[in-house]
DNA sequence: CTGACTGCAAACGTTTTGCACGGTA
DNA sequence: TACCGTGCAAAACGTTTGCAGTCAG
């Protein structure tokens, strides 16, 4: 459980009941969508409105303590900034995974950045493919 | 130089001069957005509807003619569908670099297959970091 | 010739903006 | 108290849709 007023003072915004109930709930579900997020925060504060939800996403994205994910074909999710991972996105649900950072990952950084002169940033590996939810689904 | 009209064709799918005038412009631009393409493709047949551009790049995703590359923070672009490669996905320009596939990838993706049972596709393996020029940039 | 495709214009949903009010520090 | 942040409603924007006319096969 982090200390979200701390994280945003500490970012230079302001520790509002809005702010903090949008961090709680991404870090609860991992991932979430615009869409997603305002409707999970209104449970519990009704009078939140959507356009706050953007302006505060967008700002929170800018101050890096919040990550955009984007997803083929759908709208793009967000997660806090935490340490170094792989996402696993599901081409058919847009589910997101994180994995582990991997040593066989940790090459692939080292040569793409050594030899192809292109700076990695790990927090943004995002593998595409089916995951074994929709594999499932799929054979029915 | 690909055959469109056959390309097209293959995919059940008519061959117009939009269609193919879409085609030829993503292959010689090799990443293009919706905006791009329809901008491209005007100078040569001014008479083109933007509406059809969206028509087009929907129906020809889901016919597996073009691939949908995901972007954080911008607008998905759209290529050719082609033998497998990982995408450099800048940052900070948006730009989109293909790399041929790559022996340490292979392994990933076997680990991720097989220990994490998520299938990747390999047409979407898309990395993120800053491209050469914007490290230059940047640097300035 | 016929169904698929196009272009237009309107409709739609999402995101952004401006402003008066309210809350944090 | 001062300023940042919120909520509202309107505006702007990107995308989708319906339809009448056109074209590829």
């Known amino acids: 459980m982090t200390d979200y007023a701390t994280l945003l003072k500490e970012s230079g915004l302001k520790a509002t009941f809005q702010r903090m109930n949008i961090l709680e709930r ?5 991932h979430m ?8 925060v209104i449970k519990t504060h009704p009078s939140l409105s959507l356009a706050t939800v953007y302006k505060n996403i967008i700002l929170m994205v800018e101050k890096g303590v919040l990550v955009e994910v984007p997803i083929t074909g759908k709208k793009p999710k967000y997660e806090l900034l935490k340490e170094d991972h792989i996402h696993l996105v599901c081409t058919e649900c847009g589910d997101v995974e994180d994995k582990p950072q991997h040593t066989v990952a940790d090459e692939l950084f080292a040569s793409m950045t050594q030899k192809e002169n292109f700076t990695l940033s790990k ?4 593998l595409y493919g089916v995951c074994n939810y929709c594999k499932v689904e799929e054979a029915s």
Chains 1, 2 share one sequence.
Do not use: K, L
């Open 26 to 30: 991404i870090e609860v579900y991992g």
């Open 33 to 40: 969508s615009i869409d997603t997020i305002y409707e999970e």
């Open 123 to 126: 927090q943004q590996v995002n």
